[in-house]
């Protein structure tokens, strides 16, 4: 065999490992992706859950807000909604307060992202937010940040009703 056929035989070889190590490090990716999709859903379903235990635990120490779920475009969690009737100086209005606090879809960057929003008396006075890397995301820090989330609006609402 010439040194040319064994320069040629070579160089297919080198091209043919190449194209292999690439296909390789994209079926990799791919698995990595799909790993942190899995992984967003996990934690996802788990705050949830917690959301909606603490919103149903907020319903209970005021009544005549009403429970919503939340799923769609702007997130996965719970609302909770109150009218309120209000008659000052003979005109009638209506206030609204709502809580709501979701998790958003996963996206391109792979984060757990955790938002809050809250008004009262048609003033939205509370926004929130919390995330991390998935791969990376603690779920008692996420788990705590609801807590502390609803409490601080329990807080406001008291204080704006008194």
């Known amino acids: 065999m010439s040194e040319f056929e064994e320069r040629l035989k070579n160089a297919v070889a080198r ?7 690439l296909q390789s490090a994209e079926e990799r990716k ?3 992706a799909e790993e942190l999709k899995r992984l967003h859903t996990k934690y996802r379903l788990e705050l949830t859950d917690h959301i909606e235990h603490a919103i149903k635990k907020l319903i209970d120490m005021f ?4 429970f919503q779920g939340v799923f769609g475009n702007a997130g996965w969690g719970s609302a909770c ?3 309120d009737l209000v008659i000052e100086r003979g005109s009638r209005a209506n ?16 984060v757990l992202d955790l938002q809050a929003k809250g008004t009262i008396a048609d003033r939205e006075l509370m926004t929130r937010s919390l995330y991390h890397l998935v791969s990376q995301a603690d779920m008692e820090k996420f788990r705590k940040a609801v807590d502390d989330w609803v409490i601080a609006y329990a807080e406001l609402y008291a204080m ?3």
């Open 15 to 21: 091209g043919a490992s190449r194209a292999e190590s």
């Open 30 to 32: 791919r698995q990595e």
């Open 63 to 66: 009544p005549g807000f009403r």
């Open 81 to 83: 909604v109150r009218d």
């Open 95 to 110: 206030k609204y307060s709502r809580l709501e606090i979701v998790v958003r879809p996963v996206n391109e960057f792979n």
């Open 160 to 162: 704006k009703r008194a």
